[in-house]
């Protein structure tokens, strides 16, 4: 599907190794002037070459042109198109393969669901088909902070045994994982540097706070919250599992432990932890939503690996291209994308209905 979600709708198209990307936003509620800086600071976010544990492939990303719509830099409440160009392709990188099934990629499902794919970057497989979500995220991000108060925080939770502590919003613009822990982010560092020494990937925890959610969000039975969240999340390429606040630690809890009372906190029902992530029975209470994504590590790393080709044969490989050993302070800003395009999303169906 290329189309996601209601009211708030963003249709993505086009591929890494074509001559640009597009992203069609409609549902944009009009007269909202839309903060161009906002977009490219954004997209600066979420671009490759950012440091060494990303892949240094080139894209000067935050060049993007807005092709209709948009009048006086104000939403006119219909569909906005907007384009960025691909730059820095190399095709030729990707001819090795273009007979193979890389190992857990899209190589192979493609092939069996199309019987015709792009190998140069498996079509709508590509991690920058991400990059139209950041501009919806860019301008939702905008939208549900002026005119709700609402900020979201996403950051990298764990790197194999290190985890976040204390969280500081602040901080996790200042070290290149995009962690909210001073304390971690060196061990982290020089864990995810002997990874890439060794040719080799790893995956991590992002964890995503919503701030100052409205409650009521969004119905009780079919479409709760929390399935709208996980499957949005499990549609970026790399996501492998999602979970919310207690997580699956609910296994060692009986519910004593688990349990928590309602307090007046400020002039709002409230708990003391929050345990339950900012939603009961699928639906928004005031408090923050808090969930975590588990990021798979990157399927392309320099090792010699075994797979098999079209015509059956079983062949060793070894890929030749830029790669991501850790691409955990790119993916930070689609989790965060992601999120606000559903929160936007639900408030104007809410808002629909009243």
Not at 98 to 124: E, S
Request: aromatic share 14%.
């Amino acid at each position: 599907m290329n189309t996601h979600w209601t009211l708030f709708k963003i249709t993505t198209f086009w591929e890494s190794h074509w001559n640009a990307l597009w992203v069609v936003i409609d549902g944009l509620p009009s007269n909202f002037e839309i903060d161009m800086n906002n977009i490219a600071s954004e997209l600066g976010r979420r671009k490759p070459g950012q440091s060494s544990i990303t892949t240094q492939r080139k894209e000067n990303d935050e060049n993007f042109e807005i092709l209709s719509w948009v009048f006086e830099w104000k939403s006119t409440g219909h569909p906005i198109t907007i384009i960025v160009k691909n730059e820095n392709q190399k095709s030729k990188d990707y001819s090795n393969i273009k007979d193979l099934f890389r190992p857990n990629h899209a190589d192979l499902t493609y092939h069996l669901k199309y019987w015709n794919r792009d190998y140069r970057w498996g079509w709508r497989s590509s991690g920058r088909e991400t990059l139209s979500r950041v501009i919806a995220w860019a301008i939702a991000k905008q939208y549900l902070k002026e005119k709700y108060g609402i900020e979201i925080f996403a950051f990298t939770k764990q790197v194999g045994e290190y985890k976040v502590g204390k969280v500081d919003y602040e901080f996790i613009e200042q070290n290149i994982l995009r962690t909210a822990d001073v304390k971690v982010v060196w061990p982290m560092i020089e864990y995810i540097e002997s990874i890439r020494n060794d040719w080799n990937s790893v995956g991590w925890i992002i964890e995503c706070h919503i701030k100052n959610p409205p409650s009521g969000l969004w119905e009780p039975v079919f479409d709760k919250i929390k399935s709208k969240l996980a499957s949005s999340m499990l549609s970026i390429g790399w996501a492998l599992g999602f979970e919310y606040w207690a997580w699956f630690d609910t296994v060692n809890l009986t519910w004593k432990t688990y349990n928590e009372g309602f307090y007046n906190i400020d002039w709002k029902i409230a708990s003391k932890e929050n345990r339950y992530g900012g939603i009961l029975w699928g639906i928004s209470t005031w408090e923050d939503i808090i969930f975590r994504v588990a990021i798979k590590p990157t399927s392309s790393i320099y090792s010699h690996q075994k797979t098999v080709d079209i015509n059956w044969n079983e062949v060793d490989f070894q890929i030749h291209w830029r790669h991501d050993p850790c691409i955990l302070p790119r993916v930070v800003p689609v989790i965060e994308a992601m999120s606000a395009i559903d929160i936007l999303d639900l408030i104007l169906v809410n808002n629909s209905k009243k």
